[in-house]
């Protein structure tokens, strides 16, 4: 008598147990099943989480597409890497304004005092042109 044998769909990832591959085909997708190399025995030792981490690993090698599928959502609903990015973005952009607007206040600073020094040194030179044009007195 043939041992039990483990198949599972790569399509679905359904399983089943099957001493004969010609009945091991798919309740779900009615397709046929590829044969597990694990033995009978071995698998129903796995825990369940064990089993899952098995075929999950089976259904993604052979199928590339259907590990696309798989992360598809969570690539199109997942905005943690974008918002971690541009977080930084703002960031450096905040700091860079920061040092932009210290960097036009200085400016201006600098401005005005120069202005108020050039209004100073003109007074001063009108003050002594007056008192050069004035007659000695004496």
Partial sequence: MRELSVYYCPDCGHYGYYQV??????????????????????????????????????????????????????????????????????????EENKQLNDTITWMHRTIWDLLAQNRTLRRQIEEMEEIEKKPPSG
């Avoid at 190399?37 to 129903?44: A, D, G």
């Avoid at 597409?65 to 450096?92: C, E, P, V, W, Y």
């Fill in 21 to 94: 591959s010609r009945n091991a085909v798919c309740p779900t997708c009615e397709t046929s099943m590829k044969r597990l190399e694990v033995p009978y025995q071995e698998f129903t030792r796995l825990s369940l989480e064990q089993r899952d981490c098995l075929l999950i690993e089976k259904l993604l090698a052979g199928n590339r597409s259907f590990a696309g599928r798989l992360t598809a959502a969570d690539r199109l609903h997942n905005h943690r890497k974008l918002i971690a990015s541009m977080s930084a973005r703002i960031q450096s952009l905040t």
